[in-house]
């Protein structure tokens, strides 16, 4: 019989200890400022305009935690990226993901301080409940803002986004439409990747006026076009293949059903509906990750939530898809699929 121990009990308790520290290092750009060279403690110090009791305590507890190396020790040890936070967490790097880590430590932050509150209440704990405005209200306000937010979104998707142009067969397939289509990153890889494919990126007006941008931008206008769309109000422009990534689990079950049934009827019968979520594993027991992101549904919306594969291809059969099928991505993503 084990001895219990306490150590995972207290590493979690305190975890927002490591999350802040590396927050806070995205925030100030330290891992840009670094790029490929090195610099001393007081260099970092002074180039990052910090007091001078953050040297070498925050500087060190990075490499402690493996965020950064150092060479040497003492006031004449240089600091340095790691392999890992040159790729992800330098700007100037194209598999850039600090964006969204930056958008976590602005607002997912303060709003999870809320968490208990939240669980009592089944409210949203975000800018709703402090200023009455939405989230979505609240990004789509301003345009640099919007543009921000679409790129710390596309920035942790282009992993999943990748690995379903790859795994998924699209070859039996001509046309595409990718529902809440962002920056239009998805509808661009996949294309890139299968290129006899035309493909759509529906989303609102103002983020339309982005991915219209950024599309031509990318060379891939011939084969991506953005397309305005309230897909509430208005029906989904007819595709052999409607995608919507990270975008089913920002709604309610009414709301969820609806963005179903609007794919099914704008498919033509054999078509494929794919959706990229942290799709929760049926048991409940295994994906951590997509029942706390269930659980920033709350924070973010109140009544939206994550869901299992079960649950999808429940939703999805009570519509009239006559097939599923998952596919595994990257990490905790999977790729829900019903065929009509």
Known sequence: MSTPNPSRIMETGMAFWPAKVLLSAIELDIFTLLGPTAMTGDELQGALRLHKRSNPDFFDTLVALRFLERDGDGPTARYRNTEDTSAFLDRQSPHFIGGFL????????????????????????N????????????????PERLEQFMDAMSGISTGNFQALADKFDFSRYQTMCDVGGSV????????????????????????????????????????????????????????????????????????KMHLIRAAYDALPAGGAFIVVENLIDDARRENAFGLMMSLNMLIEFGDAFDYTAADFFGWCREVGFRKTELIHLAGPASAGVAYK
């Not at 930056?102 to 704990?125: I, S, V």
């Not at 290129?195 to 983020?207: F, G, M, N, V």
């Open 184 to 255: 239009g990153l998805l509808s661009m890889l996949v294309a890139r990747r299968h290129p006899h494919l035309r493909c759509i990126s529906a989303d609102l007006p103002s983020a339309t006026a982005i991915a219209t941008r950024k599309i031509a931008a990318a060379g891939m206008s011939d084969w991506v076009t953005a397309q305005s769309l309230d897909f509430f109000a208005e029906p989904l422009p007819q595709a052999d293949v409607i995608t919507m990534g990270m975008v089913l689990h920002d709604w309610n079950l009414e709301k």
């Open 102 to 125: 930056a958008m976590a430590n602005a607002r997912l932050y303060r709003f999870w301080g809320d968490l208990t509150e939240g669980l009592r209440t089944g409210q949203p704990q």
């Open 127 to 142: 800018e709703l409940k402090h200023s009455g405005t939405s989230m979505f209200e609240e990004v789509y306000r301003k």
